[in-house]
């Protein structure tokens, strides 16, 4: 799968150059953000199917999931990620 090998390539380059400090924007955060909810959101189903979760307690999950990354990198980082929404 193509994502599948852009996530490998992305994340072997992170590996191999860790040492170095890498200058990530808002914007770099914001998509990897993205990438991670997608990925999170995806397995919650796969646990909500083989859990037979139901949809009301699983959009209860992913709600509460994204209230406390938002915290999580709010706290870390002092990035409050609706700000970068807001901003062009």
Excluded: H, W
Aim: charged share 20%.
């Amino acid at each position: 799968m193509i994502v599948s090998t852009i996530l490998n390539t992305t994340s072997n380059y992170c590996l191999l150059t860790a040492e170095q400090r890498k200058q990530y924007t808002n914007d770099d955060m914001y998509n990897a953000t993205i990438i991670m909810m997608d990925v999170l959101t995806n397995k919650m189903f796969d646990l909500m199917q083989n859990e037979n979760i139901d949809l009301i307690t699983c959009n209860a999950m992913a709600e509460q999931c994204g209230k406390e990354l938002r915290q999580f990198i709010k706290t870390y980082t002092n990035i409050d990620m609706q700000d970068i929404c807001k901003t062009p």
